[in-house]
């Protein structure tokens, strides 16, 4: 009897310890398998800051977040991916809106620098269209795109009315009122029927209002030796 006991203790020891064996086994394949994770999570990360590729920034991005994704679900007794998707949905949206950003940054700074109103307009509105489809971008800050789209909105209108007063301010040097009437009333409704609303742009509008006025009374006053 005495020996039965002894063999069932032997064979629960022997089990005991193939078990503690395979289970430090599976937990050194599970290290290993978390550790490449990781290192692929970090290779991605890399890519993500040194590639000049938007596209494969964001590709990038995604794949660090689906690795992590996975790896919580597969290692639920692990913090460590649970833990960096925290930062990382926020690390994806902060993302996403520098990419908008300095596209729009890049076209606006050809839009300034350039020679000519159609050159200045083309890149605004190149950079506005930009921002307009950004909105459809679930990752996007829809507030801060909306205030950057009216700034871009505002630049395009200004330069387009710079163009029309100068055209208007040639024909009134040459004394040709008539013709500097037309321009100044061509920037009037140009401002009364854009995007921006009319209050913030009072002062440009009381500006072209008071410059008609003075056309109309200059064509109405007598020519030189003319009588009145």
């Known amino acids: 009897m005495g020996a039965l006991v002894f063999l069932g203790l032997c064979a629960a020891v022997y089990a005991w310890h193939n078990y503690a064996e395979y289970r430090k086994k599976q937990k050194t394949i599970e290290d290993r398998e978390i550790a490449i994770i990781i290192a692929e999570i970090n290779e991605a990360l890399d890519a993500v800051k040194i590639s000049r590729s938007p596209r494969r920034r964001i590709e990038r991005m995604d794949f660090a977040i689906l690795r992590a994704t996975q790896a919580a679900q597969a290692f639920p007794h692990t913090g460590t991916f649970k833990k960096f998707l925290g930062k990382a949905f926020k690390m994806r949206t902060d993302l996403h809106n520098e990419i908008v950003q300095d596209n729009v940054r890049k076209l606006m700074d050809k839009a300034r620098i350039a020679k000519t109103v159609t050159g200045k307009v083309n890149s605004a509105t190149k950079a506005l269209e930009v921002l307009k489809a950004a909105l459809g971008n ?70 072209i209002e008071k410059k008609i006025e003075e056309m109309r009374e200059r064509i109405a006053a007598p020519k030189v030796g003319e009588k009145k």
């Open 138 to 207: 679930e990752y996007i800050d829809k507030d801060k795109v909306r205030k950057s789209a009216m700034a871009v909105q505002l630049f395009i209108n200004q330069e387009q009315l710079k163009d029309y007063e100068l055209k208007a301010e040639r024909f009134e040097f040459k004394a040709n009122y008539k013709k500097a009437l037309d321009l100044y009333q061509d920037a009037l409704f140009f401002l009364k029927k854009d995007d921006i609303d009319d209050s913030e742009q009072a002062k440009d509008i009381q500006r």
